[in-house]
């Protein structure tokens, strides 16, 4: 009897001790690639990031793969609410998972691009979830874009088991208050939402006008730079193809497309002092965004669960000094600002010498045709063997 009970204070002992003692300091290992990471659970990225960098991106410089995978990440997200659990498991990749489902909602027109660029690298890599595949491409597709503060990356997405449901997903046709409100509802704040807009920087639109790709909505859509804030900002005068697109207004220069939402955001008074912060700060917006595009890439997810993986990702470009001015584009001047934050001016900026613009189309990825196709047909994993799908625990 009493040596039972000594055996029992024993593993008692033993059991404090454990909890008392912090966790060892996860100490930098050297993966079987030869790559260095400082958590060995983050090895299992690097040939994905191989994988992704020579034959998903392959020569893309912050083109048309970079935005397409970016894009997704944001529909995958904001699947999620603090207040409705029936909104799904945020970033956990139901967008793909339940591609048949939830591509064929109107506010995800389009994805079907990135589930073709995506789907053949998910079916090759069953090594990790399908959510953090697509967290980790964007992320990655980050890095292509001059411009943007280095990202962070947390690794461990549990994949959803059903569907999200039509109208997580804001439109260009919805209200600022409304957007702001299902915003809100997944936990970012008008000041984080505007911060995210920052990444119709390197953006344009395919299906908004049913006869044109690729209409950017700046001068300068593979530089993650101020000038989306800019030329938003200012009186629209011009369509790039035909009028009267649900979700379209009238951009400032030739060739670009402008978003009615993004219009509302940079006059909406829950807004308009956010959005135009960003003009000419070129350090603001990135390090706003970083932060922000972290909080989303882990909406619904465990993150005392997962693991910082953010070294595996590759070093971003900088943007060279001189592009860090923000411009008003040739043609226009200060005259065409629509000022609407009533507390700050707006800054005084040069003007682009030389003739009037045509802003060129973005020029489209081929690999995101495919058969997959915008009402959901074909957009089925396959191949992806959901066995083998990681949980966060497994880490
Ligand atoms: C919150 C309100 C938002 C609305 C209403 C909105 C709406 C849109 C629309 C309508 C397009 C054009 C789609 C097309 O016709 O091809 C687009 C493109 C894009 N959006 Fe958003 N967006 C929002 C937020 C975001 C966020 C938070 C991100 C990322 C963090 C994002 C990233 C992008 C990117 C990268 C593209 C370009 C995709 C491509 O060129 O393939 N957007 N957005």
């Given at each position: 009897m009493f040596s039972k009970s000594l055996v029992v204070l024993a593993?008692?002992?033993?059991?404090?001790?454990?909890?008392?003692?912090?966790?060892?300091?996860?100490?930098?290992?050297?993966?079987?690639?030869?790559?260095?990471?400082?958590?060995?659970?983050?090895?299992?990225?690097?040939?994905?990031?191989?994988?992704?960098?020579?034959?998903?991106?392959?020569?893309?410089?912050?083109?048309?793969?970079?935005?397409?995978?970016?894009?997704?990440?944001?529909?995958?997200?904001?699947?999620?609410?603090?207040?409705?659990?029936?909104?799904?498991?945020?970033?956990?990749?139901?967008?793909?998972?339940?591609?048949?489902?939830?591509?064929?909602?109107?506010?995800?027109?389009?994805?079907?691009?990135?589930?073709?660029?995506?789907?053949?690298?998910?079916?090759?890599?069953?090594?990790?979830?399908?959510?953090?595949?697509?967290?980790?491409?964007?992320?990655?597709?980050?890095?292509?874009?001059?411009?943007?503060?280095?990202?962070?990356?947390?690794f461990g997405r549990v994949d959803a088991k059903s569907p999200a449901p039509i109208g997580t997903v804001p439109q260009p046709t919805d209200q600022i208050p409304i957007i702001l409100a299902r915003m809100a509802d997944a936990g970012l704040s008008a000041e984080e939402t505007v911060a995210l807009i920052a990444s119709h920087s390197i953006a344009g639109a395919d299906d908004i006008d049913p006869d044109l790709m690729g209409l950017p909505f700046d001068s300068t859509p593979s530089t993650f730079d101020t000038q989306f804030f800019v030329e938003t900002q200012l009186a629209g005068t011009v369509f790039p193809g035909s009028a009267g697109n649900a979700g379209e207004v009238m951009a400032p220069i030739k060739g670009e497309l402008r978003l009615l939402s993004d219009q509302g955001f940079a006059r909406d008074s829950a807004t308009a002092c956010f959005f135009q912060a960003n003009v000419n700060n070129q350090q603001l917006m990135a390090n706003n965004f970083k932060a922000a595009f972290a909080k989303m890439q882990s909406l619904g997810q465990n993150t005392?669960?997962?693991?910082?993986?953010?070294?595996?990702?590759?070093?971003?470009?900088?943007?060279?000094?001189?592009?860090?001015?923000?411009?008003?584009?040739?043609?226009?001047?200060?005259?065409?600002?629509?000022?609407?934050?009533?507390?700050?001016?707006?800054?005084?900026?040069?003007?682009?010498?030389?003739?009037?613009?045509?802003?060129?189309?973005?020029?489209?990825?081929?690999?995101?045709?495919?058969?997959?196709?915008?009402?959901?047909?074909?957009?089925?994993?396959?191949?992806?063997?959901?066995?083998?799908?990681?949980?966060a625990s497994e880490l």
């Open positions: 593993a008692l002992a033993t059991v404090l001790n454990a909890a008392a003692t912090p966790a060892p300091a996860a100490r930098p290992v050297t993966c079987a690639g030869g790559q260095k990471t400082t958590n060995e659970a983050c090895c299992v990225l690097f040939p994905v990031l191989e994988d992704i960098q020579e034959n998903l991106f392959g020569n893309d410089t912050c083109g048309d793969a970079s935005h397409t995978a970016l894009r997704v990440s944001f529909h995958d997200a904001i699947g999620f609410s603090m207040t409705n659990k029936s909104f799904g498991t945020g970033a956990d990749g139901s967008i793909f998972l339940f591609g048949e489902t939830e591509l064929s909602y109107p506010a995800n027109l389009g994805i079907a691009d990135a589930f073709n660029l995506e789907a053949p690298f998910i079916n090759a890599h069953p090594e990790i979830s399908v959510a953090d595949f697509i967290q980790f491409t964007a992320a990655v597709s980050l890095t292509k874009c001059p411009g943007v503060a280095q990202p962070t990356f947390m005392a669960k997962m693991v910082d993986c953010s070294d595996v990702l590759p070093s971003v470009i900088p943007l060279p000094g001189a592009q860090a001015q923000a411009f008003f584009p040739s043609g226009t001047d200060q005259e065409d600002v629509e000022q609407a934050c009533p507390t700050t001016a707006f800054p005084s900026l040069p003007v682009l010498p030389g003739p009037l613009e045509t802003i060129s189309n973005i020029v489209q990825d081929p690999a995101t045709d495919g058969n997959c196709d915008d009402d959901g047909s074909g957009c089925v994993l396959s191949e992806f063997p959901k066995a083998a799908k990681r949980s």
